[in-house]
């Protein structure tokens, strides 16, 4: 199944099973972070690692890049979410927040924004890109389980056991709208047009909302609990985990509501990872066997990538920003880090 | 399993010595590397790389059924854990003193991720033999600790007497007698014990509990006397529970054996419904189940025999522990001329309690899973704890059965070889009939 000709056009390592991968706005920059708190910075160009450095000291949750800078957040497990700057000799620390708990299990700049929003226990704050705090949320059912910001808007959706609260921190009076569901839900996510909101829960099933007039829907038949949802850019598709395959539902009217899902059927072990190009129909999954599938939506075009160089699962997948440059990051449970382009026939 | 992380639960009321145990793992488990789960804030005298406090989260799943309710905390941890399973080689997890453990084993059951990499090695519940039974009398959180338990510490021995622990062994035994009891001083109990229970061990619950596999009597004890023609009374003059159910039968054979075949012949009358008896009013012989009111203290009882005889009286309770006696009209005594122990089902009044079941053969797998999905569906919310090895037909080794509420778990155990095929099955539950789950165990056979 490996293609001879499929390399990786780098490869760095982690110490630890990576835990949370982004690329900078402008693709230049590749920041990887280990559970065990450690961070790697490449630089695509160079193909060197910018910097390396441990983050978090009892370990690392997630990470995300300010939109139109290289400023890099980071939580982790010691009570802080902290804000890092490229500096001479690597990445120096601008700030950093104290947290109500230990876990700070979430952090994510506004897109297009300044804002951020840094989630611990049932505790969401938003700072200025200062670290002034300027807003926050105590959701009352549970820990908060996943936030994520409306794609270009200004809302940022929480979920956690029984509701998503929809807030609104540029607006300081406005209290948050609550989707209600019962269950406890483990992930979040909206499509690209900010008109939908689905969320995976722990009873293997994915819900979802439409805002503008309120309909919910449940989808069932998962193995497993979905954690995975991710959405093509035109937001025909939404690709989600909760098995060994890719269940794909389409978002095109009438919208997915008793339609059977398309099922991508390639992988042996549970899918952990998905990602959507930037553009048009690729998605790429890996699962927890090693192996990376792409495939395109239109043509049914299906691809065994590369076994990875050990059978250690693929737990993130993330596409390079730019339109056209079909280029991809993998990180696996072993630390292997490759980003890797695509060969010109597969374009 | 072997690729699986060991969780150690721990519960108890707050108290107990919870932390106390934990320190005492953490200090004595030289080179083990533990990560430890807190729900309480306790005092962790020991510097430890890998501390989490977590909030109690019950979820319930969407079905509304309580006995799918899991631990949305340690589903988030744990999977977190999950990935740095090469920093620790076991976790302990403490939970609040009033923690029910239902929803801490059912999440081990419930979620994918959670199952693939951990197990539960033990639940184990400190008792605090001081406050126990006071605990036991005002809620159900101390019963179901106790119920769910692998291993009761029964801690802080040397607050209460001998009598006591010895009273409160045989309580704690009554709910669970799977679990392993160990007394201790200041949570002094073997590290070795607490740690790598490894699940169910059937071997060593039959070593740890020789009554096991006994046949439980609704009767404690049994005595012989000789009765004369005319009126004899029965004196009561303690009386620590208002009713007292009590069989009087004429026997041949005076020996133990004579009172144990009698008693195998009289079993199923305690389960019927008796006469109601108050002080004063007469007793009736066999086949009558007498139901003596004892709420009034010093109770007599007259019993009056046309011819006298030989009789054995099965009492629910020792006759010790009523200060009972036969007084005959002039005064005198009967004399005890022979007596006889049973191993009590219900010993106590705790409506939680173990039902073992044995049957030789094997098991039709089909007729098996029907029966256990039918109770498990209906009588899953009385039923904490199930485990069993079972001689399933067709299959080489013996099988594993472990269940939490409507949930269970089949895995292969060790093989046959050339051992006689039988079966074995424990409850432990609330309000649960041993002889109508026996018969229905039974009927799992093969035909």
């Known amino acids: ?347 | 399993m072997a690729d699986k992380i060991p969780v150690t639960v721990l519960t108890g009321f707050l108290g107990s010595g919870k932390t106390t145990l934990l320190n005492r793992i953490l200090t004595e488990t030289h080179g083990a590397r533990i990560a430890v789960i807190e729900n309480e804030f306790g005092e962790i005298g020991v510097d430890q790389d890998l501390v989490i406090n977590a909030d109690e989260e019950i979820f319930e799943m969407n079905n509304g059924c309580i006995c799918c309710t899991v631990r949305g905390d340690l589903i988030r941890i744990l999977g977190s854990l999950a990935k740095r399973r090469d920093r620790f080689d076991r976790i302990v997890l403490e939970t609040t003193g009033l923690a029910d453990p239902g929803p801490v084993a059912q999440t081990f059951y419930v979620d994918e991720e959670v199952r693939e990499h951990f197990f539960i090695d033990g639940i184990v519940t400190l008792v605090d033999a001081k406050h126990i039974e006071q605990h036991l009398d005002e809620g159900e959180e101390a019963i179901a600790q106790i119920a769910f338990a692998d291993l009761l510490v029964l801690n802080k021995v040397d607050l209460v007497g001998a009598a006591d622990i010895s009273r409160l062994h045989g309580r704690l035994r009554a709910i669970n007698s799977l679990a392993c009891v160990l007394p201790a001083y200041m949570a002094e109990a073997p590290i070795r014990e607490v740690l790598n229970i490894g699940g169910f061990d059937l071997d060593r619950a039959l070593q740890t509990n020789p009554q096991f596999l006994e046949p439980e009597y609704p009767f404690e004890w049994a005595g012989v006397f000789d009765f004369p023609a005319g009126t004899t009374t029965l004196h009561f003059e303690a009386n620590p529970d208002p009713v007292h159910g009590i069989v009087i039968a004429p026997i041949v054979e005076t020996t133990e054996q004579g009172l144990r075949d009698l008693a195998e012949r009289l079993f199923p009358l305690f389960s019927a419904s008796g006469q109601s008896i108050t002080p004063g009013q007469y007793l009736a012989v066999a086949p009558e189940l007498c139901e003596l009111d004892t709420t009034e203290p010093l109770g007599q009882y007259p019993l009056r025999l046309e011819y006298g005889g030989r009789y054995a009286v099965f009492t629910e309770h020792t006759f010790e522990e009523f200060q009972g006696y036969w007084q005959q009209q002039d005064g005198r005594r009967l004399p005890l001329l022979a007596e006889c122990l049973f191993n009590p089902g219900h010993e106590h009044d705790d409506t939680v309690q173990s039902v073992s079941l044995a049957c030789e053969g094997d098991l039709d797998d089909a007729k098996l899973n029907r029966w256990l999905g039918v109770l498990l569906q209906t009588r899953g919310t009385d039923i904490f704890r199930m485990k069993g090895i079972l001689a399933i037909e067709g299959a080489d080794s013996r099988i594993v059965l472990q269940g939490v509420h409507m949930l269970m778990d089949e895995i292969p155990g060790s093989l046959w070889g050339t051992a006689a095929h039988h079966s074995r099955l424990v409850f432990i539950g609330r309000n649960l009939d041993s002889m109508a789950l026996q018969a229905s165990f039974e009927a799992c056979l093969v035909a």
């Open chain 1, 1 to 347: 199944m490996i293609d001879p000709h499929f390399r990786p056009l780098l490869d760095t390592r982690l110490d630890d099973c990576p835990q949370a991968m982004a690329w900078s706005g402008d693709g230049q920059l590749l920041a990887v972070g280990g559970a065990g708190g450690g961070v790697v910075v490449l630089d695509v160009e160079s193909g060197q690692a910018l910097a390396r450095w441990h983050a978090h000291e009892a370990g690392l949750f997630a990470l995300d890049w300010q939109p139109g800078t290289h400023r890099l957040a980071t939580s982790g497990q010691d009570g802080y979410a902290r804000v890092w700057q490229p500096s001479t000799d690597g990445f120096e620390q601008i700030f950093a927040v104290r947290q109500s708990c230990e876990w700070v299990e979430h952090c994510a700049w506004q897109p297009k924004g300044r804002l951020l929003a840094v989630a611990a226990g049932r505790q969401v704050n938003i700072y200025d890109p200062a670290g002034k705090l300027l807003q926050d949320y105590t959701y009352d059912d549970s820990t908060v389980a996943a936030i994520a910001w409306r794609p270009a808007g200004a809302q940022l959706a929480l979920a956690g056991y029984n509701s998503v609260w929809v807030c609104s921190p540029q607006d300081s009076r406005s209290s948050p709208d609550r989707l209600r569901w019962r269950g406890s839900m483990i992930s979040v996510s909206w499509n690209p047009a900010g008109s939908v909101i689905a969320a995976g829960c722990q009873d293997a099933t994915v819900h979802f909302w439409r805002l503008r007039d309120g309909d919910n829907s449940q989808m069932t038949g998962y193995e497993t609990k979905p954690r995975q949802l991710a959405w093509s850019n035109s937001g025909d598709w939404l690709a989600t985990d909760g098995s060994s395959d890719v269940i794909l539902w389409s978002f095109r009217k009438p919208g997915p509501e008793g339609m059977p899902p398309t099922t991508l059927r390639m992988h042996r072990k549970p899918v952990k990872t998905l990602a959507f190009a930037p553009k048009g129909t690729l998605l790429l999954s890996g699962c927890a066997g090693g192996t990376i599938c792409l495939w395109n939506k239109l043509d049914d075009f299906v691809s065994p990538l590369a076994s990875q160089r050990s059978e250690a699962g693929v737990e993130l997948l993330a596409w390079h920003p730019t339109v056209g440059r079909k280029m991809f990051a993998a990180a696996c449970a072993d630390g292997d880090v490759c980003v890797y382009t695509l060969p010109t026939v597969m374009r």
